[in-house]
């Protein structure tokens, strides 16, 4: 059944206030996930986000014969993938779940074959995967594409061989696929252009507290020496498989406040991983604190305006184009022109259509970029998510707005942040969920 929420807008008034626990990161725990294949005993992780692309990508595994334990929080974890019976990667799952492409390098290594279809693109893309199909050919693979839209990847008799890659465009997936396919091949690889998000370092930091020998994640060049399965040592601190805290998540909450708190605090953060934003909010007049831990938004003086601010996604630690389209709300209100350039996905800025019905004032010069006329009121309207973050800057849009909104296909918002409606209404925002009729 199909579900839409409904967001009974403040107009613009302050009416939030309190605080939220930030969950694990959506774009750790997959990686987290899909590299319990390269472990030879179960993988225990826990602050897994109890979100639907989760449950996706448990779903592929579990089909492919791998045995799942979740605890009653849902949020603790053990995958054991010894039980694993094909190198087949669900085709029905994987084409909606483009994530599942970090799977075909574990299962590459581990067992010297992988087949999958086209993770489909999105509306943020086209999403391609030439850089995967060229770093399995360094590293000695052979590559067929049947007619039935299937690649079929085989590694060479004695493993997958240690390889240089060199991204032409930093990718995330593209840089986690090929640290854990590189950790079981034989001798070293050496990944250039790699991406350098949080979430790398944190998946790097892990598979070495089991085993593996990868230098240099978060850096744009990591050396991956390879070896053995990988086996979770309990002695090691549990912290090392306690999934980072979600900074997407984060930043998208911190916007909210920005906009309409009295105070709200964000705890079990990592500041430091948002330095971007908050360097920017900062600059737009927005009163920030942070803690080792936490990040408070406090309302600015009676009167104060925030002004415009020209941003342009970059690969981390730039401005994360994840959060993009909440930040586009912000400058909705913010006085003056700010020009949106989104570098990384040429769809992503196509939801900004709906944000003009509401009221904004944002023109879009090419598929890259747009300008936002700062300083609009925004009414309530009926909108559909075109995708997870995106959905969650219409909840934002909704809670600033005058009057009523309904935001269908939140299946979309479930993607990615769990329980999003309840923790938004413990900070006093009006939102219900609804079932479609
Ligand atoms: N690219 C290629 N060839 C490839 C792979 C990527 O040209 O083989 C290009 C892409 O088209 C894009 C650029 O490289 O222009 C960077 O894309 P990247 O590969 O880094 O994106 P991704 O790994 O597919 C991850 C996140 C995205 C996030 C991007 C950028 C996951 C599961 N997804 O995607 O998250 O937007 O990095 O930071 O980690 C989301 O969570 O909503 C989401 C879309």
């Given at each position: 059944m199909t579900q839409y929420f409904s967001i009974e807008g403040s107009?613009?008034?302050?009416t939030l206030s309190g605080s939220i626990a930030i969950f694990g990161a959506k774009n750790a725990a997959l990686k987290a996930i899909a590299a319990s294949i390269l472990y030879k005993n179960p993988l225990t992780l826990t602050n897994v986000p109890n979100i639907e692309d989760v449950l996706r990508i448990t779903e592929v595994l579990t089909e492919m014969g791998a045995t799942i334990i979740r605890d009653q929080s849902m949020r603790s974890f053990t995958v054991d993938t010894n039980t694993m019976s094909t190198t087949t990667i669900t085709p029905e799952i994987a084409k909606r779940l483009r994530a599942s492409i970090v799977l075909t390098g574990p299962l590459l290594a581990r067992n010297g074959h992988v087949r999958f279809p086209h993770p489909g693109g999105c509306v943020i893309g086209e999403r391609p995967i030439d850089l995967f199909i060229e770093g399995y050919t360094k590293m000695g693979a052979t590559i067929t594409h049947d007619e039935e839209g299937f690649y079929d990847i085989r590694s060479p008799k004695d493993g997958l061989h240690g390889a240089e890659i060199f991204f032409r465009v930093a990718s995330v997936t593209g840089t986690e696929t090929f640290m854990m396919a590189a950790t079981l091949a034989k001798g070293t690889t050496v990944i250039k252009n790699a991406a350098m998000e949080p979430e790398i370092k944190w998946l790097a930091t892990m598979l070495n507290a089991s085993g593996a020998h990868i230098e240099?994640?978060?850096?744009?060049t990591i050396t991956i020496h390879g070896g053995e399965l990988l086996a979770q040592d309990k002695a090691i601190s549990k912290e090392r498989f306690h999934v980072v805290p979600d900074r997407i998540e984060t930043g998208s909450f911190l916007v909210l406040g920005a906009l309409l708190a009295k105070e709200l605090t964000l705890t079990d953060v990592v500041p430091e991983h948002l330095e971007s934003l908050i360097e920017l909010l900062t600059y737009a007049g927005v009163n920030i604190e942070q803690t080792a831990n936490t990040i408070t938004v406090r309302a600015p003086e009676e009167g104060a305006v925030f002004r415009a601010v020209n941003v342009r996604t970059h690969e981390y630690p730039g401005f994360p184009t994840d959060l993009q389209a909440p930040l586009m709300i912000f400058l909705t209100q913010a006085q003056g022109e700010s020009l949106v350039f989104e570098t990384i996905f040429e769809g992503r800025l196509n939801y900004t259509e709906a944000l003009n019905r509401m009221g904004a004032n944002i023109t879009m010069m090419d598929p890259h970029r747009v300008l936002v006329h700062g300083g609009t009121s925004l009414r309530g309207k009926q909108l559909e998510s075109p995708d997870l973050r995106a959905g969650l800057a219409y909840i934002i849009a909704a809670a600033i707005a005058e009057g009523a909104s309904e935001i269908h296909n939140i299946y979309f918002v479930d993607r990615g942040y769990e329980a999003v409606e309840e923790r938004l209404r413990a900070i006093g925002l009006s939102i219900v969920r609804h079932e479609e009729k």
């Open positions: 107009g613009g008034k302050r240099g994640a978060g850096t744009p």
